[in-house]
Protein backbone atom coordinates (compact mmCIF):
# COMPACT_ATOMS: atom_id res chain seq x y z
CA UNK A 1 0.00 0.00 0.00
CA UNK A 2 1.49 3.54 -0.52
CA UNK A 3 0.23 6.70 0.89
CA UNK A 4 -0.79 9.75 -0.83
CA UNK A 5 -0.99 13.02 0.80
CA UNK A 6 -3.48 15.68 -0.54
CA UNK A 7 -2.58 19.10 -0.06
CA UNK A 8 -3.80 23.06 -0.81
CA UNK A 9 -2.24 26.25 0.17
CA UNK A 10 -1.14 29.59 -1.69
CA UNK A 11 2.47 28.84 -0.96
CA UNK A 12 5.00 26.14 -2.33
CA UNK A 13 8.20 25.37 -1.31
CA UNK A 14 9.99 21.90 -2.60
CA UNK A 15 12.42 22.53 0.96
CA UNK A 16 8.77 22.00 2.91
CA UNK A 17 8.94 17.98 1.82
CA UNK A 18 12.48 17.71 3.14
CA UNK A 19 11.34 16.27 6.37
CA UNK A 20 7.65 15.30 7.90
CA UNK A 21 7.57 17.60 10.59
CA UNK A 22 8.48 20.29 8.30
CA UNK A 23 5.77 18.93 5.62
CA UNK A 24 2.80 19.01 8.88
CA UNK A 25 3.92 22.19 9.88
CA UNK A 26 3.17 23.53 6.76
CA UNK A 27 0.13 21.80 5.68
CA UNK A 28 -1.56 20.90 8.61
CA UNK A 29 -4.86 20.15 6.81
CA UNK A 30 -3.06 17.17 5.01
CA UNK A 31 -5.11 14.81 3.97
CA UNK A 32 -3.81 11.18 3.59
CA UNK A 33 -5.34 8.60 1.07
CA UNK A 34 -3.93 5.09 1.28
CA UNK A 35 -3.93 3.33 -2.34
CA UNK A 36 -2.67 0.07 -3.79
CA UNK A 37 -0.72 1.58 -6.37
CA UNK A 38 0.06 4.69 -8.67
CA UNK A 39 -2.55 3.29 -11.75
CA UNK A 40 -5.08 3.60 -8.53
CA UNK A 41 -4.33 7.40 -8.00
CA UNK A 42 -4.74 7.56 -11.58
CA UNK A 43 -8.50 6.07 -11.47
CA UNK A 44 -9.38 8.17 -8.67
CA UNK A 45 -8.53 11.51 -10.83
CA UNK A 46 -10.04 10.43 -13.28
CA UNK A 47 -13.18 9.73 -11.58
CA UNK A 48 -12.43 13.64 -9.78
CA UNK A 49 -12.42 14.71 -13.37
CA UNK A 50 -8.38 15.61 -13.56
CA UNK A 51 -6.57 13.41 -16.26
CA UNK A 52 -3.28 13.79 -17.82
CA UNK A 53 -1.01 14.78 -15.03
CA UNK A 54 2.72 14.66 -14.95
CA UNK A 55 4.47 13.23 -11.49
CA UNK A 56 7.59 15.13 -10.64
CA UNK A 57 10.83 13.12 -9.19
CA UNK A 58 11.63 14.34 -5.55
CA UNK A 59 15.08 13.88 -4.53
CA UNK A 60 16.45 14.42 -1.06
CA UNK A 61 13.15 14.32 0.73
CA UNK A 62 10.93 12.02 2.75
CA UNK A 63 8.57 11.74 0.05
CA UNK A 64 9.14 10.18 -3.62
CA UNK A 65 7.37 12.37 -6.46
CA UNK A 66 4.68 14.92 -6.46
CA UNK A 67 1.66 15.60 -8.51
CA UNK A 68 0.03 19.32 -8.97
CA UNK A 69 -3.29 19.09 -9.65
CA UNK A 70 -3.50 23.30 -9.31
CA UNK A 71 -4.36 23.97 -12.88
CA UNK A 72 -7.64 21.72 -11.65
CA UNK A 73 -10.63 22.63 -9.13
CA UNK A 74 -11.26 19.33 -6.99
CA UNK A 75 -15.23 18.27 -7.03
CA UNK A 76 -17.64 20.28 -4.41
CA UNK A 77 -19.61 17.43 -3.45
CA UNK A 78 -22.92 17.31 -1.90
CA UNK A 79 -23.38 14.37 1.24
CA UNK A 80 -25.55 12.44 -2.37
CA UNK A 81 -22.76 13.46 -4.80
CA UNK A 82 -20.16 12.52 -2.42
CA UNK A 83 -22.26 8.83 -1.71
CA UNK A 84 -22.59 8.55 -5.53
CA UNK A 85 -18.86 9.24 -6.36
CA UNK A 86 -17.99 6.66 -3.69
CA UNK A 87 -20.03 3.74 -5.19
CA UNK A 88 -18.81 5.20 -8.51
CA UNK A 89 -15.49 4.54 -6.66
CA UNK A 90 -15.60 0.79 -5.24
CA UNK A 91 -17.13 0.32 -8.33
CA UNK A 92 -14.26 0.45 -10.63
CA UNK A 93 -11.49 0.28 -8.54
CA UNK A 94 -12.86 -3.18 -6.98
CA UNK A 95 -11.40 -1.65 -3.26
CA UNK A 96 -13.62 -3.05 0.10
CA UNK A 97 -16.34 -1.18 1.07
CA UNK A 98 -15.59 0.05 4.13
CA UNK A 99 -15.52 2.49 6.71
CA UNK A 100 -11.42 3.31 6.27
CA UNK A 101 -12.49 3.41 2.40
CA UNK A 102 -15.06 5.75 3.20
CA UNK A 103 -13.13 8.09 5.12
CA UNK A 104 -10.07 7.99 3.17
CA UNK A 105 -12.08 10.01 0.44
CA UNK A 106 -14.46 12.42 2.22
CA UNK A 107 -12.36 14.85 2.82
CA UNK A 108 -13.60 15.60 -1.14
CA UNK A 109 -16.86 16.43 0.45
CA UNK A 110 -15.36 18.90 3.01
CA UNK A 111 -12.52 20.31 2.20
CA UNK A 112 -12.91 21.12 -1.55
CA UNK A 113 -14.16 24.36 -1.45
CA UNK A 114 -11.89 25.66 0.82
CA UNK A 115 -9.10 23.93 -0.98
CA UNK A 116 -10.35 25.54 -4.51
CA UNK A 117 -9.93 28.84 -3.72
CA UNK A 118 -6.19 28.76 -2.43
CA UNK A 119 -3.08 28.77 -5.69
CA UNK A 120 -1.60 25.39 -5.12
CA UNK A 121 -3.58 21.42 -4.65
CA UNK A 122 -0.87 19.22 -4.94
CA UNK A 123 -0.41 15.25 -3.95
CA UNK A 124 2.75 13.82 -2.67
CA UNK A 125 3.65 10.44 -2.09
CA UNK A 126 5.26 9.23 0.61
CA UNK A 127 8.41 6.73 0.01
Known sequence: MMNFNFIASDKFELANFQDVGKF????PDFQTVTLSDENELKLLLKLMGINELNDHELSDSEFSKFWD????KLPELSAEQFDQFYKNWIGKSKRENNMDEYGNLIFLQGLSSKWNKLHYRLIIKEK
Request: proline share 0%.
Open 24 to 27: VDTY
Open 69 to 72: LSAF
